[in-house]
Every structure is written in C-alpha cells, then in structure tokens.
C-alpha cells in the first residue's frame, strides 16, 4: 500500500536503538526524510547509516538529550516544520515507589510527558496551517494496565494520555491526528535490561527468565521494532486521517480485556 508519505518531513525522537529507530526506517522506507536524535552520536549516526542503507528519505542527526529544553531547540531547529512527529525518550527505571523522592519524579514527568507536549506545542500549529500533520506518541502497554515496578512511567504516561485526549480532538479537523501507541513486551535494549535487572534480584537465570517472559504472551514471543515502525508508518499515513486520541496496543495479545 502506497502510504502517501513520500516527501513528508519527520522527526523521530530518541531513535538510534529500539521502537524509536524502527518508527525511522519505517518512515523513511516510506520515502519520509526524517530527522532523528538520541544522545550519543557514535551509535545515533550508526543508526542513520543503517536507515540511509534502505535506500529511502533522507536521514539528519541531533545528537541530544530530548528532555532539556536545548534538546528540543537542537532538533527543532534541524527540522523547523515537520509533518510527522513521533514523541519518544527512554523510560524511567524500575523501583519501589518509597524510594523516589520529588527529582526523581519530576525526570520521569520531564522525560515522559512534558518533554512530548512540549513538542506538540512547538509543531502542532504549522501542522493545521499546511492541513496536514500526524503525532505518534510512543507511550506503553502500562498506560492501560499497570506494571506494578514501573510506578514512575504509570503514573507520568497517564498524564500525557489525559492531555492528549483533549487536545486530539482539537486538530483533526484540520487534519492532523494524534495517537499513542502502546508496546507491550519488544525486543529492545531497555526490555532486556530489565529482564536482567529482575533475574540479578531473584538470582534466576536470566536467559531461562526471558524464555518464560516471552513464552507467556500470547504469541509466544516478544514483538520485532520493525513492526512497531509498521504499525507507527501506517498511523502516520495519509489513510489513517480519521483516528485520533486513540490509545492503540501493540503487544502479542497480551492485555487480556475484551476492549
Ligand atoms: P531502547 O533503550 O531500546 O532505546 C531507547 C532509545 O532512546 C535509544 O536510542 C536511546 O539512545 C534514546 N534515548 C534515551 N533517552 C534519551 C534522551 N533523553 N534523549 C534522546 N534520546 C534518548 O528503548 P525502547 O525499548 O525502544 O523504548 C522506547 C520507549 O518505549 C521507552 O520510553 C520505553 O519505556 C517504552 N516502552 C518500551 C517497551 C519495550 O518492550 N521495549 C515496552 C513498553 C514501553
């Protein structure tokens, strides 16, 4: 399916690894030119190098930290008005809730919600002048059943899915949607950092630990990136104008409810 995307202009945050770097190749196989950003510019540019490989969009770099407010200036700068906004940071750690105190908290809000609305705020407006815009937030399967560890990103994702409940509904009428979607389990750095993490705490064995993990979603194991991208690219096509605010999961059937 031809998605319509061809000389489109992106930004894709936190895109030298994992669902990020899939949402990239997948925009820019789509004939996107998209401009990505992570902190590291070693692994940032072997990133682009692998996108730019595709034979697609073209691909820029930022190299910086998306939740200052100089992060967000660098990448807007690059690209000052983008069709397609995909919102992505890294996730706050796991822990205990009794041990986070207020800054703790605030880099989680920062990284997690302010750092997204702040970007919508920055590129919405151009997006309903051109009558053409598509948000991608990447937010977690915990928005609609919480992790019990992860208490920063429950609670922090919950704030962004409030706020973009409201204000999808003020854009799509210039045609431009704004959506979260929702991985559950992939095969990512940050997923298999955690499965470490809690295998080292129990003392299990952490490849026996990440064969249970997997062997007890639904599919039976855990989602590729690329087909986040491919469910990111089609959210963002020019077919998907009528879904908006949607909180959509992508995760193996693993959320057991009935909606
Ligand atoms: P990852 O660790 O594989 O990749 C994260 C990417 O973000 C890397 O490119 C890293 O360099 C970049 N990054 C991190 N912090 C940044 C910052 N401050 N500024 C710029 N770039 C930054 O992680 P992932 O698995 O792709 O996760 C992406 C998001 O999705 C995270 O918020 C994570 O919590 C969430 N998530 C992931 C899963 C999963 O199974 N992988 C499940 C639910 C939610």
Excluded at 44 to 64: D, F, H, M, N
Excluded at 121 to 144: H, L, P, Y
Excluded at 182 to 187: K, R
């Amino acid at each position: 399916m031809d998605l319509g995307l061809a000389g489109k202009k992106a930004i894709v945050c936190a895109a030298s690894k994992g669902l990020g770097k899939g949402c990239a190749s997948s925009l820019a196989n789509n004939g996107v030119d998209v401009t990505i950003c992570a902190r590291t510019s070693e692994t940032l540019e072997a990133a682009a190098e692998e996108i730019r490989a595709l034979g697609g969009g073209a691909v820029t770099t930022v190299a910086c930290d998306i939740t200052t407010e100089e992060g967000r200036a660098a990448i807007l700068d690059a690209c000052p008005s983008p069709d397609i906004l995909v919102n992505n940071a890294g996730g706050p750690p796991p822990g205990d809730f009794r041990d986070w105190d207020r800054d703790v908290w605030i880099a989680a809000v920062d990284a997690n919600m302010l750092t997204p609305i702040f970007l919508i705020k920055a590129t919405v407006d151009g997006m309903i002048e051109r009558k053409f815009g598509r948000v991608v937030n990447i937010t977690s399967s915990s928005v609609k059943a919480p992790i019990e560890v992860l208490g920063l990103s429950n609670g922090a994702r919950a704030g962004l899915t409030g706020f973009i409940a409201g204000v999808a509904r003020k854009t799509v009428g210039a045609n431009v949607t704004i959506n979260n979607l929702l991985p559950g389990a992939f095969d990512t750095d940050r997923m298999n950092g955690n499965i470490a993490a809690a295998a080292k705490k129990t003392g299990a064995d952490v490849a026996e630990m990440t064969k249970k993990r997997a062997a007890s979603i639904p599919a039976g194991r855990f989602g590729d990136p690329y087909e986040f991208g491919e469910y990111c690219a089609f959210l963002c096509s020019a077919q998907a104008g009528y879904i908006t605010g949607q909180n959509l999961l992508i995760d193996g059937g693993n959320y057991p409810g009935t909606f």
